[in-house]
């Protein structure tokens, strides 16, 4: 960190040399350059937030059934959802190309059944498919942090809220939501951040239209940009940090490992 932080403030013509001068030239450019730096970092939040949001919207109610279940389901159901890191994460995202392609699963299905001569090309090489598999690949983290945090509330108060005359609605608001918002935030932290550097998912399922920021960056590498895309790596590196700071205000989120 402390050479690429030096070559971010230098520039040099000598390859991989820092002899030159001291600019900011690298972070300016980040910011500047017609904004497309920028458009694209804008983008990569975008598509961070939209698979976050994806994974609690799917997962909390997941999570939710498994704390609910008994404790033989739930070893079962548990054991469901680690079982993806038993397989290669690049197999696993390449393994969604048999499945959203021209060719594919789910195509070859829809022509089998008659719903459409042509294949689906939306279904691949762009933000939709990056999206899909960002979900995928990261649910699992969404469900067992939540999990975690549900296994530790206290059930009394739900009971107690419930023969107080309290709907599911209300009695979800306003006691499950807030002891479980550590585990809410947890799975952010561990969801959204890994997104934001994500290389191999948008490199094989996401298309020219599903460049994401670390794209960039590595390009810029393999352009021998060291300075640059030094640059580009501590402007992620400052944004991730400020959000950490931010959750770190909100919720203490060590009480999710505490028992």
């Known amino acids: 960190m402390v050479f690429m932080a030096l070559f971010s403030f ?16 690298h972070y300016v450019k980040v910011f500047t350059s017609e904004g497309i730096y920028l ?16 994974c609690l919207l799917v997962g909390y109610p997941f999570a939710y059934f498994i704390a609910n279940a008994s404790r033989r389901w739930q070893s079962v159901l548990l054991t469901l959802v680690i079982m993806p890191f038993w397989t290669s994460y690049l197999l696993r995202v390449y393994a ?11 195509n070859e299905a829809l022509r089998f059944f008659g719903v459409t001569d042509q294949p689906l090309s939306f279904l691949l090489f762009n933000v939709f ?9 990261y649910i699992p983290y969404t469900v067992l942090a939540i999990y975690a945090s549900l296994e530790k509330m206290d ?18 608001l306003r006691i499950v939501l807030p002891q479980t918002l550590p585990g809410v935030y947890a799975s952010i932290v ?3 951040i890994p997104i934001l550097g994500e290389y191999v998912t ?10 994401l920021i670390t794209n960039l960056l590595v390009n810029q590498i393999h352009a021998l940009e060291f300075g640059f895309g030094a640059a580009i790596a501590f402007v992620m590196a400052t944004f991730v940090l400020m959000l950490l700071l931010g959750l770190r205000r909100s919720v203490d989120l060590e ?5």
């Open 10 to 25: 230098r520039f040099s013509e000598e390859l991989l040399g820092l002899v030159g001068r001291w600019t900011v030239a």
């Open 39 to 54: 458009r694209i970092l804008v983008k990569t939040i975008v598509i961070a937030v939209v698979a976050t949001a994806a």
């Open 96 to 106: 969604w190309t048999a499945i959203l392609g021209d060719r594919g699963l789910i």
């Open 129 to 137: 498919s990056e999206i899909v598999v960002f979900v995928y690949l």
């Open 155 to 172: 059930r009394s108060l739900v009971l107690a809220a419930m023969d107080l005359g309290a709907t599911p609605v209300q009695t979800f």
């Open 190 to 192: 561990f969801v959204f």
């Open 202 to 211: 948008p490199t094989l399922v996401g298309g020219m239209s599903g460049v």
């Open 255 to 259: 009480r999710l490992y505490v028992a």
